[in-house]
Each structure stands twice: as C-alpha cells, then as structure tokens.
C-alpha cells in the first residue's frame, strides 16, 4: 500500500474564489472519507463514500460545498466562494471494507487551505 | 449524539517518566474506541483500538488504554515515554450499530523533554 495521498498539500486562496482538492485512497479502499480540521480542535466528519455512492453528510458541509467519488477511486472536495471560515486543513480517510464502524481509517498527509 | 472530552490539551513530561492522557466519552450506545497520533508534520495514524473482548488493549511501542464503561472512559498510558513520544494524540470514538464517522477529541499535545 502506497498510503493515502491528498493534493495540492496548501492551497492559498482569496475570498470568494473556488477550490479544489484531490483524494487518492490506498487501492481497494472501498470507504473514502473527508474530515475538516481547525487549529486546536480534533477533526470533524463532513461526508464518506461507499464506492461512487455519497452516504453521509455532515451538517457542517454547507451547499457552498459539493464531494464527488466518480468511479469509486479517487475523490474531489469543492468549496465555491470560499469564506475565510473555510480555512483549515481538509484530511481525507479511507477504509478496506464496507461496514464500516470497526475499520482503521486510514489518513492522509492533508490538505491545508488558507483563504485571505 | 457522541461526544469526547480529551482532558488536558497539553501534557509536559520529562524522557523516562510515565504519562497519562485522559480520554473520557457520552454516548446513549454502544461505541469502539480509538487512539490516533500525530507526529510532527506527519498525518494521523491509528495507535490502537478497542473494539470488545479485553478492556486492555495495548500498541506496538508501548502504550496501553483500558476501556473503562462504567466512568465512559479511555485513558492512555505509557510507563516510560521516549522524546520520539512527542506528538498530539487524538481519542476517538464511532457508533458500534450504524456509525462510520469518527467522532475526535481536540487532542492532548504530549511534549517529552530530556
């Protein structure tokens, strides 16, 4: 397993322009998730993927927000008009089987967005 | 709804010493147990999980959690730290029966000084 890899790794970016970010999972991962981390908290859920299929979502993604998982391998976050709130880092997970709970999830290096 | 409460958000030791990371969690159901740890620069790793059977549960390099249900609790424990030790460690919990996510603590940042 080559490990979970998530590009760009910073992104600056100015008030109200979009973003986007690119999760590869480790191969075979059937579970793809997306985590939000501020400074001095621990990470919060946003939303996962069972293969292409979106299964959950957190409160916290606003519609300014849209995940996508197209062929069930890779995955993009997009965030529209983005707001200086929306600075933080955006880690991505992944797991090997299908249910879920029990399963170590896998994280990658992350992505840090900066919005000035 | 879950929640974890990660006690102390710093935790100084010096090289040798033993060290306790307090980790407690609310649930109405039934939940596995996590510790994730982040090493400088590096991102989350799994330290180790309690899923059932024994409330101990034990990590490769030496660190150790009980599962205690009756305080809601997780504690982390290391008998002699290492300044490799220094990281944040993150408790974690998910739902047993219908969850997937990860519900984190804010993270104990353990410094191991010489």
């Known amino acids: 397993d080559t490990g979970v890899s998530q590009n760009p790794r910073h992104k600056i970016t100015k008030r109200g322009q979009n973003v986007t970010f690119r999760c590869d999972p480790i191969s075979e991962h059937n579970r793809l998730y997306w985590y939000r981390q501020t400074l001095g908290q621990g990470p919060e859920f946003l939303t996962y993927?069972?293969?292409?299929?979106?299964?959950?979502k957190s409160r916290l993604l606003s519609d300014r927000f849209s995940a996508e998982r197209p062929k069930g391998s890779f995955s993009t976050l997009e965030i529209q008009r983005t707001e200086q709130g929306d600075s933080a880092m955006y880690l991505c997970a992944s797991t090997r089987r299908p249910s879920g709970s029990a399963d170590t999830q896998y994280f990658g290096p992350g992505t840090r967005l900066t919005v000035l | 709804a879950q929640s974890v409460t990660q006690l102390d958000s710093q935790v100084p030791v010096f090289e040798e010493a033993p060290v306790e990371l307090r980790c407690n969690y609310s649930s109405s159901v039934s939940v596995y147990l996590f510790w994730y740890v982040q090493y400088p620069n590096q991102g989350l790793q799994l330290l180790l999980k309690?899923?059932?059977?024994?409330?101990l549960v034990e990590s490769i390099n030496g660190f150790e959690a009980e599962f205690n249900k009756s305080q809601t609790s997780f504690h982390l424990r290391k008998p002699s730290v290492h300044i490799s030790d220094t990281a944040e460690y993150f408790c974690a919990v998910s739902e047993v029966e219908a969850g997937t996510a990860l519900i984190f603590g804010k993270g104990t940042t353990l410094s191991v000084s010489s």
């Open positions: 993927f069972q293969n292409e299929a979106q299964l959950e």
């Open positions: 309690y899923l059932s059977g024994s409330t």
